[in-house]
């Protein structure tokens, strides 16, 4: 439909969902809505990438549980995270021993793998998909920034990657909330190369897939109860409004952010808000999920957002493309 | 987004205005105290030193051995890198703040073992320093040896 968007015949019902978050995520102001709060940011393993795994395997199982489906049930699994080749994903997913596809979008991951799960289930090619997103504080620092011992700054643009993983089964059988329609975004370089200033980078994807899927559907922000970004934080919020109001599109009393709402910026010092692909994972499959269920919000356009920094890329002068998902759930 | 819709550079702008600043006053004056004190304690163990009858050579290199040891120390219990998010370049610049450098990764890919993790990684953040340091070193001291 329209330039970049699919609507669905059938309702894809997001039948359950599971979140397990680490223990400063458990702190923060949605710590409540979360199914498991881990104390150990180590999940009982000997290193952060297995534990981040763990966190992985964890809430894949539970979302299967609480959907009230056996392993076998599951036609396909999408899941992935920030680590190289999607160890997360790979090493969480692979006891299931279920058709897997890894899929990839930087923080925006989960709402690819929720986009390509509804794909799969309307298409009549999966009777039961499991859609799942991870990411580790710790094992993200390793891979892009410094050691975690090491005396540094950070700057008050930058973010804090969520620990913890969230996951949902997508079924043909099953109640509301359903997922209505997808806008699938382009990639985006608007020539940021600030890897501290991930906000800067995300908030034009976040903008074009928002504007493509109001001119695809000809609807306005009013449609919508919230229009949900992934990890944009403060940063990224304020340039998001700036630029949808530049689009004739005034969003500043419908949007929230993942990134914002996991954390208490002022108790917790994560500066410009949570970031990773466990960010929008977790906060929609705890928070949002459980507020759409109790008909708290009825409409949301759910828009995780994803910075595509390759280390070596990065290093060899290019920009940060990014990427943004945007997925209608309804009840 | 497309450059029609506002443009790479009016987004900087944009990102520029946008971007909470630094608060450069407070962090230079948190840089000058802690980076003060770890001179001031190093001065203190020099002049340890040198009141227990070492020579003024041999007074440094012991000094610098302490700092580093600290250094390592602090960076082992979890200490030094709360002392750098207050400080700033002022635990960096030292001595102290080398050896966090060293000793950080260290800890960080021990988990990959002790020849691909350790033994490759140990100087991935001061590698740099040691490599510039000792070429300009040695450029320096040509100079001087051609100039003297």
Redesign the interface.
């Known amino acids: 439909m329209g330039e970049q968007s699919a609507t669905f015949d059938f309702k894809v019902s997001v039948k359950s969902t599971a979140s397990i978050v680490g223990a400063k995520e458990g702190k923060g102001p949605l710590g409540k809505y979360f199914d498991i709060v881990m104390e150990d940011i180590l999940a009982g393993k000997?290193?952060w990438?297995k534990a981040e795994s763990e966190f992985a395997r964890l809430g894949l199982d539970l979302a299967v549980k609480k959907a009230e489906l056996k392993n076998e049930d599951i036609d396909y699994v999408l899941a992935g995270d920030l680590l190289s080749q999607s160890a997360g994903a790979t090493f969480g997913a692979l006891d299931m021993k279920r058709p897997f596809f890894g899929v990839f979008g930087a923080c925006s991951t989960i709402g690819e793998a929720l986009s390509l799960g509804a794909v799969l289930v309307d298409g009549g090619f999966a009777k039961n998909v499991l859609a799942g997103a991870s990411s580790h504080f710790c094992a993200a620092e390793?891979q892009f920034r410094?050691?975690?011992?090491?005396?540094?700054?950070?700057?008050?643009?930058s973010t804090w990657t969520v620990t913890g993983e969230g996951a949902a089964v997508l079924s043909r059988e099953g109640g509301p909330p359903y997922i209505t329609a997808i806008t699938t975004g382009r990639l985006?370089d608007?020539?940021?190369k600030d890897q501290n200033?991930m906000g800067?980078v995300m908030a034009?994807?976040a903008?074009?897939v928002i504007s493509a899927h109001f001119r695809d559907f000809g609807r306005t922000p009013d449609y919508y109860d919230a229009i949900i970004t992934g990890d944009l934080g403060y940063?990224g919020q304020?340039?998001l409004i700036?630029?949808l109001k530049?689009?004739g599109y005034d969003v500043s009393k419908k949007h929230r952010d993942c990134g914002i709402e996991i954390f208490d910026k002022n108790t917790q010092d994560t500066h410009?808000g949570g970031s990773g692909c466990a960010c929008a994972a977790a906060a929609f499959c705890g928070y949002f999920y459980n507020e759409l269920k109790c008909r708290k919000l009825n409409k949301i356009l759910f828009v995780p957002t994803g910075a595509i920094l390759n280390p070596t890329s990065f290093m060899q002068g290019e920009n940060i493309p990014s990427v943004a998902h945007a997925v209608v759930i309804e009840n | 987004m497309d450059d029609t819709y506002i443009g790479k550079e009016k987004y900087k702008e944009m990102v520029k205005e946008t971007a909470p600043k630094s608060k450069t006053t407070a962090n230079s004056f948190r840089a000058f105290i802690v980076g003060g004190g770890i001179c001031v304690i190093g001065q203190i163990i020099h002049n340890l030193c040198l009141s227990a009858g070492a020579g003024r050579d041999s007074a440094g290199t012991y000094t610098a051995v302490v700092l580093i040891f600290l250094g390592c120390l602090l960076t082992g219990l979890g200490i030094y890198d709360k002392i750098g998010k207050f400080a700033g370049a002022g635990s960096v610049v030292p001595i102290t703040g080398f050896a966090n450098s060293v000793s950080a990764p260290a800890i960080e890919f021990k988990k990959e073992g002790y020849v691909l993790g350790v033994g490759a990684k140990i100087f991935v953040v001061a590698g740099p320093v040691i490599v510039y340091g000792t070429i300009s070193s040695i450029i320096v001291g040509l100079i001087y040896y051609f100039t003297r």
């Open positions: 000997e290193s990438e390793k410094f050691p975690l011992e090491l005396g540094t700054q950070r700057p008050p643009t985006v608007m020539g940021v200033n800067a034009p994807a903008c074009d940063v304020e340039l700036r630029l530049n689009e410009s």
